[in-house]
């Protein structure tokens, strides 16, 4: 059973960075194709950044592009979000998720392909 525990979350001003961690039980985060997802109020939940398994393809989405980064320690079988230069409309609560990928090179945007989620935590950037 994949197990996903966020941290890292909390209040931060506009501007400030935040990392946020996803510890995941073994080996999940090599042999899963791995992802961020953020859902706002009254919003649905959105692809934040996700990767491949293994970690050779990545996609970020338009509005993180050049602040947010992914990176992962597998040994830790964790994963890291780097958010940086955050704005108030990054106020959300952040999922980690991991999905059974058909291969290596193919990444997955959509929540509805994911099969294991983290329970989430919040971010809230005031302005």
């Known amino acids: 059973q994949v197990q996903l525990v966020e941290s890292g979350g909390g209040l931060v001003q506009a501007g400030d960075s935040l990392r946020l961690s996803c510890a995941a039980s073994e080996r999940t985060v090599s042999s899963y194709a791995m992802g961020w997802f953020r859902q706002a109020p009254g919003k649905e939940r959105e692809f934040v950044v996700v990767t491949s398994r293994g970690g050779m393809l990545t996609s970020y989405a338009d509005s993180v592009k050049g602040r947010f980064s992914i990176s992962r320690d597998n040994a830790a079988n964790t994963m890291y979000l780097q958010m940086n230069s955050l704005k108030a409309e990054d106020t959300a609560v952040y999922y980690c998720?991991?999905?059974?990928?058909?291969?290596?090179?193919?990444?997955?945007?959509?929540?509805?392909?994911?099969?294991?989620w983290g329970q989430g935590t919040q971010v809230t950037v005031s302005s």
């Open positions: 998720a991991a999905a059974a990928p058909l291969s290596q090179w193919v990444v997955y945007t959509t929540s509805n392909e994911y099969d294991y």
